[in-house]
């Protein structure tokens, strides 16, 4: 009885790394939602974490966002992901307003040896459902996004990663001089991610 | 300045809650956390200049920056790739005539004038001092519609023109409310007994009356296409399809006391409403079914007096204002889709009602004891933009013009008046027609 719940709370590498990139994927879902960058209308409701979360029913974004997480996964198993960064932009101008930077630190260990870690699944997802929370509530302290806007999403690797096929390098898509506001962080004890949004000041809040 | 950056890092630490910074991060007072900083782009650009000095003569400048930054990237062992097919790209929701009006707007952002007092003002005698009613309505064919004891007058902006459009027996009277289709053609108008009646404006004719739905007066009503929702001193909440014979076709339970504030989201999906109960109901109008009653989306518990001040907000869809009564003076805003509080504001005074701007990030309340004012706010920092005084009772109906630019405002001490509060988008300024506006012959500053 008692090894059985002990055997519950192993976590593995591949394990970790579907539970960290479904995250991304709910994260971009809610951010896209949240931040009004595709209309109201294009997302249906789903409970996850504990929460209703939203996800596009939007053909090109839905595939989009799931060759996304297939790839991250894929590199999360690898250890090699460092950094996925979801950039929204101005459509008319490209400019970038907002820079959603999820930071991934790898246990190597782990990666190398194989080994793996002890958490339970529910302390996990209550880390992600309080992230989650903290992107839907952002919307109070984010400047508004009062013209159409596009976004993209960034992965930073480490250097002997082989560009996919589908990929092309980019360049950072950074904001000059941006506001940063730190959000809760989560760890599966094998990944640990730290989320943060940056963004443009607001130049006639500062009149 | 200096407060702008005390209040973020104050947020700073509400966000972290108890966890504190990791000792081995990089970070300062000021500068928290500096892992959206590109250290490589700032090595590159230092060097890059460095080398350009030393070799002036040799590749343009633009070639040494790139040979750089690749180098740089080496040095740092990491790559940034993106996907090479971009995710589609949103459809517009907004005509590009408006868009054009966002860019003119940010490029200048010039200060507007707002008239500190009203551009005019009209007798409204026999107006109801309560604050659980709904008198004053302005549709969207520029007719003001207002419930004086038994009867509605129109007031048709457009030529400044009054008609009547109905009076009611004194059994059945007083008006306890009026709605304005989104046709702007018919006319919902609920009664103390509880009935609502359907007019059409254009003919003076009275299309049906709807029975059945309360128990007593209605005091809200709020309409979602064909649908007309009606809200009871019973606490009851109706849907009332307008086209048919059987027009309840759902109702909603939840409230204990007199539903005083009703309204549609502008997707028509969410109905938020509030009572004197001191409760705030959101209901999902896909969770509504006909055999049962339905039940809310989300409870929202935080207000401490009546809510009747209800708004949407017309940029950001599931964004909610609400105020609260003489017990509470507080605006809060609510996330619709998790019911989650995002912010209160305490005004210091019972608020009335609330409009959001429809050209501007702006949202105006008003307000009764001590001041009688009219608050416009800049939204989201909810910095008061202006206080608008005037009425000598409390304001307790607001109205705005299908242009979005006049707010008429209907008081205890029996008057109507109307201000020019909120901006004209450039977009109409240059393209006004006459017939639209409804003082043309008032000087429009911005």
């Known amino acids: 009885m008692a090894s059985r719940t002990v055997a519950k709370d192993i976590i593995t590498l591949r394990g970790s790394a579907a539970i960290v990139s479904e995250f991304f994927g709910y994260a971009a879902n809610s951010i896209l939602y949240n931040r009004g960058v595709y209309p109201e209308e294009s997302f249906a409701k789903v409970k996850k974490y504990g929460l209703p979360m939203l996800l596009t029913q939007d053909e090109g974004v839905k595939s989009f966002i799931t060759n996304l997480t297939a790839q991250l996964s894929e590199w999360l198993e690898s250890g090699k992901l460092q950094r996925v960064v979801m950039v929204i932009m101005s459509k008319a101008t490209n400019e970038v307003l907002e820079r959603w930077n999820f930071s991934i630190e790898t246990d190597s260990e782990v990666v190398e040896k194989s080994v793996s870690r002890e958490k339970s699944d529910r302390e996990i997802m209550r880390e992600i459902q309080a992230i989650m929370r903290q992107v839907a509530s952002s919307i109070t302290y984010l400047p508004c996004l009062d013209e159409p806007c596009v976004f993209d999403v960034l992965a930073y690797t480490d250097k002997d990663v082989a560009v996919p096929f589908t990929w092309i390098e980019s360049d950072p898509k950074l904001i000059a001089n941006p506001q940063m506001v730190k959000l809760h962080s989560f760890d599966t004890k094998i990944h640990k991610v730290d989320t943060l949004v940056s963004y443009k000041n607001d130049e006639w809040d500062e009149q | 300045?200096?407060?702008?950056?005390?209040?973020?890092?104050?947020?700073?630490?509400?966000?972290?809650?108890?966890?504190?910074?990791?000792?081995?991060?990089?970070?300062?007072?000021?500068?928290?956390?500096?892992?959206?900083?590109?250290?490589?782009?700032?090595?590159?650009?230092?060097?890059?200049?460095?080398?350009?000095?030393?070799?002036?003569?040799?590749?343009?400048?633009?070639?040494?920056?790139?040979?750089?930054?690749?180098?740089?990237?080496?040095?740092?062992?990491?790559?940034?790739?993106?996907?090479?097919?971009?995710?589609?790209?949103?459809?517009?929701?907004?005509?590009?005539?408006?868009?054009?009006?966002?860019?003119?707007?940010?490029?200048?952002?010039?200060?507007?004038?707002?008239?500190?007092?009203?551009?005019?003002?009209?007798?409204?005698?026999?107006?109801?001092?309560?604050?659980?009613?709904?008198?004053?309505?302005?549709?969207?064919?520029?007719?003001?519609?207002?419930?004086?004891?038994?009867?509605?007058?129109?007031?048709?902006?457009?030529?400044?023109?009054?008609?009547?459009?109905?009076?009611?027996?004194?059994?059945?009277?007083?008006?306890?409310?009026?709605?304005?289709?989104?046709?702007?053609?018919?006319?919902?108008?609920?009664?103390?007994?509880?009935?609502?009646?359907?007019?059409?404006?254009?003919?003076?004719?009275?299309?049906?009356?709807?029975?059945?739905?309360?128990?007593?007066?209605?005091?809200?009503?709020?309409?979602?296409?064909?649908?007309?929702?009606?809200?009871?001193?019973?606490?009851?909440?109706?849907?009332?399809?307008?086209?048919?014979?059987?027009?309840?076709?759902?109702?909603?339970?939840?409230?204990?006391?007199?539903?005083?504030?009703?309204?549609?989201?502008?997707?028509?999906?969410?109905?938020?409403s509030g009572g004197n109960d001191n409760l705030v109901h959101i209901w999902d109008r896909s969770m509504a079914s006909s055999n049962s009653p339905t039940r809310w989306l989300h409870r929202l518990e935080d207000h401490t007096s009546a809510v009747k001040a209800l708004a949407w907000c017309p940029f950001q869809s599931n964004l909610l204002a609400t105020g609260g009564g003489g017990g509470d003076r507080s605006i809060k805003f609510w996330n619709t889709h998790t019911g989650a509080c995002l912010n209160s504001v305490d005004t210091g005074s019972q608020v009335c009602a609330l409009l959001w701007s429809k050209n501007e990030r702006e949202l105006l309340s008003s307000h009764g004891f001590t001041q009688n004012q009219l608050t416009l706010w800049k939204y989201p920092s909810m910095v008061k933009m202006a206080e608008l005084t005037g009425h000598t009772s409390r304001v307790l109906y607001m109205a705005q013009s299908p242009d979005g630019c006049t707010v008429a405002s209907a008081a205890g001490d029996e008057t109507l008046r109307f201000w020019n509060v909120f901006g004209v988008p450039e977009v109409a300024k240059t393209v006004q027609k006459a017939h639209h506006e409804p003082f043309s012959q008032v000087n429009r500053i911005r």
């Open chain 2, 1 to 272: 300045m200096d407060a702008m950056d005390a209040g973020s890092l104050n947020s700073f630490s509400n966000l972290t809650g108890q966890s504190r910074w990791p000792l081995q991060e990089q970070m300062d007072r000021f500068i928290p956390n500096r892992s959206a900083t590109d250290f490589d782009y700032a090595h590159c650009m230092l060097t890059g200049w460095k080398v350009k000095e030393n070799e002036s003569v040799c590749s343009p400048a633009r070639e040494a920056y790139r040979k750089l930054l690749a180098e740089a990237l080496n040095m740092n062992r990491t790559r940034i790739l993106a996907f090479k097919n971009k995710p589609p790209e949103p459809v517009e929701l907004f005509p590009s005539e408006n868009l054009t009006s966002v860019h003119l707007t940010k490029s200048a952002k010039p200060r507007r004038h707002i008239p500190q007092s009203s551009e005019r003002t009209l007798d409204a005698p026999d107006l109801i001092d309560d604050f659980y009613l709904n008198l004053l309505d302005w549709g969207s064919s520029n007719v003001l519609a207002i419930a004086l004891g038994n009867t509605v007058y129109l007031w048709d902006a457009s030529d400044s023109s009054t008609s009547e459009l109905v009076t009611v027996d004194d059994e059945n009277g007083p008006i306890t409310s009026v709605s304005w289709a989104p046709d702007g053609r018919h006319i919902a108008v609920g009664l103390n007994n509880s009935e609502v009646q359907l007019w059409d404006s254009a003919s003076n004719k009275q299309l049906r009356t709807l029975r059945g739905c309360h128990r007593s007066r209605v005091g809200s009503m709020a309409w979602n296409n064909h649908i007309l929702t009606t809200g009871g001193m019973d606490g009851q909440i109706v849907n009332n399809d307008v086209r048919i014979r059987s027009h309840i076709v759902e109702t909603y339970r939840g409230h204990q006391q007199e539903v005083c504030g009703l309204k549609w989201s502008a997707s028509g999906q969410q109905l938020a």
